[in-house]
């Protein structure tokens, strides 16, 4: 099983950046590959980005492809997002969490587990 910690949320002003971070517990954390989602209040949680196993390959939402850049630090256990440009409508709780499931729908929600609690970005215009 795998535990996480989302940190690095916040209130930030249209244009500005954060860096948010993932702490996993365990001793497996470099076999799973890692994704951030939000989820926005009165809307589904989408996905956001993705990273695989090793951190060589990583994939975005187009709404923030460009903005938005994930990493991992395995020796850490910790994955991060660093979100720049932010915009009033990236305003979320962000979570990250494992894929825990075989399958190549990286942005599907369904194949993920062990979510935290999330972590809040409010970005004001």
């Known amino acids: 099983q795998v535990q996480l910690v989302e940190s690095g949320g916040g209130l930030v002003q249209a244009g500005g950046s954060l860096r948010l971070s993932c702490a996993a517990s365990?001793?497996?954390?470099?076999?799973?590959?890692m994704g951030w989602f939000r989820q926005a209040p009165g809307k589904e949680r989408e996905f956001v980005a993705y990273?695989?196993?090793?951190?060589?390959?990583?994939a975005y939402a187009d709404s923030v492809k460009v903005r938005f850049a994930i990493s991992r630090d395995n020796a850490k256990n910790t994955v991060y997002l660093q979100m720049s440009s932010l915009k009033p409508e990236d305003t979320a709780i962000y979570y990250c969490?494992?894929?825990?499931?075989?399958?190549?729908?990286?942005?599907?929600?369904?194949?993920?587990?062990?979510w935290g609690q999330g972590t809040q970005v409010t970005v004001s215009s």
């Open positions: 990273i695989s196993r090793s951190g060589s390959s990583t």
């Open positions: 969490a494992p894929k825990v499931a075989t399958g190549t729908a990286w942005s599907s929600t369904s194949l993920y587990g062990y």
């Open positions: 365990g001793r497996t954390f470099s076999s799973y590959a």
